[in-house]
């Protein structure tokens, strides 16, 4: 059981991940963008009388007048005049939903089933979104606008509460979406949570001023893992004298903590089988 969980769960993972973004850039990029379209275009296409002119024509089913060779209905609660063809392809369309109350209301559910369908708009946003996102890295890889997006960021960094939800975010994404090495230059082992048990964790820097006076030698952040996710977890400060420095790279680190201790560095696994 646990290897046919170790199997599934990374591919697992990773799709449920991958939907999360994929329903927050739908929710917060995709949705607004289309409302607003939908909204335009309805407003651009909108034929909406609210009274027909005195030689309008009765048409061949009730409701329905003729204007100019064109056929308008007018709405179930007695109120706005629509083109006929609108007003069926909508009837036709929202099911069991209901029913728009007001002609423009009848226009953007119009607009949704005839320009705005899933099926061409999704994919066509991807393909929009994907290409300004390359653009975007391209420019700032290019340091074109970098000074810009800096000032940006110092303006943010004043307004008291969402600094720190802006700097958790950007942490976050600096680490999933960026190609930079992880800061960790040390692996270490230290007796932790009692003696004779050891804990791995990555040097992340010098300790506290007040701490290393206290102990009255150099102490060391280290970050303690949580798992699955190797660089999370939370910092204790180590005296120097008490950490042990391990023979493996911070990537040789992650796929062991990862693995439960289960991958071994390659250096560790060729030892083993000399002996």
């Given amino acids: ?46 034929d909406v009388r609210n009274n027909l002119p005195s030689d309008a024509k ?13 056929r308008y ?15 069926r392809k909508v009837k036709r369309g929202i099911g069991s939903a209901a ?8 226009y953007r559910r119009y607009v949704e089933m005839v320009y705005l369908r899933p099926v061409f708009v999704i994919p066509a946003f991807l393909l929009v979104f994907v290409s300004l996102m390359y653009l975007l890295g391209v420019l700032f890889a290019a340091g074109v606008g970098r000074a810009l997006w800096v000032q940006l960021e110092h303006a943010v960094e004043r307004l008291p509460v969402v600094r720190s939800v802006y700097n958790a975010a950007k942490q976050v994404t600096d680490y999933m979406f960026t190609e930079k090495q992880l800061d960790f230059k040390r692996v270490i082992a230290f007796e932790h ?21 206290l102990a009255g030698e150099p102490v060391l952040a280290v970050l ?5 996710v190797p660089v999370s977890g ?7 004298s008490q950490v042990l420095d391990l023979d493996m790279t911070v990537d040789q680190a992650v796929h062991y903590i990862i693995s439960f201790g289960v991958v071994l560095p390659p250096q560790q696994i060729a030892q083993l089988k000399r002996a």
Avoid at 99 to 106: A, K, L
């Fill in 234 to 240: 939370y910092v204790r400060l180590v005296p120097k």
């Fill in 224 to 228: 303690v893992h949580v798992n699955p």
């Fill in 193 to 213: 949570p009692s003696l004779g048990q050891w804990q791995i964790g990555f040097v992340a820097s010098e300790g506290l001023r007040e701490v290393r006076e």
């Fill in 73 to 87: 209905r007018q709405l179930d609660n007695g109120g706005q005049y629509i083109p006929l063809d609108v007003y």
């Fill in 99 to 106: 029913e728009p109350e007001t002609g423009i209301g009848y």
């Fill in 1 to 46: 059981m646990l290897r046919g969980l170790g199997v599934l769960l990374p591919p697992l993972l990773t799709i449920v991940i991958l939907v999360w973004i994929w329903q927050t850039v739908k929710a917060y990029v995709l949705e607004p963008v289309s409302i607003e379209a939908r909204n335009i275009l309805a407003l651009k296409i909108a």
């Fill in 58 to 70: 009765p048409g061949d089913e009730p409701g329905v007048f003729v204007v100019d060779s064109v």
